[in-house]
């Protein structure tokens, strides 16, 4: 939406997708190998000459920073990589707007094991006369604490963006038809629409409503359910969809659609599921199997930079799996992940196939297609 008002912006996002440099885009363009490279160097010098010892994704978010400093955007993005108040992105101290998604339950080792928890920790954004956009739908433990924490920080005006028989309020609906978002995409978009208009207002710059409608029309967000062709890989004919669903949240909005738009007639679907070892299979896996679907249980590789990220045993996810739902066929793959596409394959015939569980299972896929069409 920035890019098409003509704003120079920034964006940083997290986890990477297939390299670790595309997190960082600059006007809608992912930032070239050798800039992030050069940047990043600079930062872990200045790290160490320092004494900083700053983490990994403090490392990272320094380097995206500078970066946007370098490039001399007007207004940058920024996702938070986790939680919030205590993550690195929040050293932002006057943000022109900060914005609060849906709130589930994610990271509770860290965060905390109940949504009020959780969402103090989110809450840890919101800024002294800085604006606030809040998803109006979350649970009413989520709402007060945010209504909480806002009154104590005398942040600015917190809009909720509300539901009204399933559809989220607000004008941009007025200009632009539902009719291809889901309940959740409506939310995601009026949400972006909203912090925009508040961030393009505060720095008195106009702007046309129909240049967002054109920027919402052309966004796409890969691993988000994503349709994909992966017949370069396994000779399959028929796309596939790939999701990177990695939480009970995700995982039942990911299971309603493919439920909605798969399983025409109660088709079975194959699911090729890899799951970040520490997240909760009891919440995960029931909102996406059903009885007579095949599972063929991965683990996703090495996470470039990130070591702490390790895949649940594929094994673990089978049991846990077969103790939950009758399954018409289950494995747990050995070898490549090519292999177990291929397998994959075999086994779904010209049945829905779905990819899911994991971001870095989505960005193995991902690169896996990449390396093989450079062949």
């Known amino acids: 939406m920035l890019h098409a008002c003509g704003v120079p912006c920034g964006r940083f996002t997290s986890p990477h997708l297939i390299d670790r440099w595309d997190c960082i885009s600059v006007n809608e363009k992912v930032v070239g190998e050798g800039l992030f490279r050069q940047t990043e160097h600079r930062v872990q010098l200045r790290n160490e000459e320092e ?3 700053a983490s990994e994704f403090e490392l990272l978010t320094a380097t995206a920073f500078e970066i946007f400093s370098q490039e001399k955007i007007q207004i940058g993005v920024v996702e938070v990589g986790l939680g919030g108040r205590l993550d690195a992105t929040n ?20 965060l905390g094991s109940t949504l009020s928890e959780i969402a103090y920790q989110k809450a840890g954004i919101l800024k002294s006369d800085v604006p606030a956009i809040v998803d109006g739908t979350n649970h009413k433990d989520v709402l007060k604490v945010i209504a909480d924490v806002s009154k104590n920080m005398r942040s600015g005006r917190v809009k909720y963006i509300e539901e009204v028989s399933g559809q989220t309020k607000s004008e941009i609906w007025a200009v632009q038809s539902r009719a291809a978002y889901r309940r959740h995409q409506q939310m995601n978009i009026s949400l972006a629409y909203e912090a925009v208009r508040l961030a393009l207002d505060q720095i008195q710059l106009s702007f046309d409503i129909q240049q967002f409608v054109t920027a919402i029309q052309h966004t796409s967000w890969p691993g988000r ?3 994909l062709s ?7 004919f028929q796309p596939i969809l790939l999701d990177g669903a990695h939480n009970a949240q995700s995982a039942v909005v ?8 798969l399983r025409e007639g109660r088709k079975p679907v ?3 599921i890899a799951i970040s070892k520490g997240k909760d299979l009891q919440e995960i896996l029931p909102a996406l199997l059903k009885k007579g679907d095949t599972l063929v249980a991965v683990e996703f590789g090495p996470v470039d930079q990130m070591p702490w990220v390790q895949p649940m045993p594929a094994e673990e996810i089978l049991d846990t799996a077969r103790a939950m739902v009758k399954l018409d066929r289950s494995w747990a793959a050995q070898g490549s992940l090519h292999d177990a596409l291929r397998s994959s394959v075999e086994a779904s015939g010209e049945r829905p196939m779905v990819i899911a569980g994991s971001l870095y299972l989505v960005s193995d896929v991902l690169r896996l297609l990449r390396n093989t069409h450079r062949i």
Do not use: A, C, F, N
Not at 254 to 261: A, F, K, M, P, Q
């Open 51 to 53: 004494g900083i010892e």
């Open 91 to 110: 050293i932002i101290k006057d943000p022109l707007v900060t914005v609060i998604t849906k709130i589930g339950k994610d990271h509770e080792v860290l």
């Open 225 to 227: 359910l994503q349709m």
């Open 230 to 236: 992966i017949r370069s890989l396994t000779g399959r």
């Open 254 to 261: 990911l299971g309603s659609y493919v439920d909605e738009r």
């Open 270 to 272: 194959t699911w090729v």
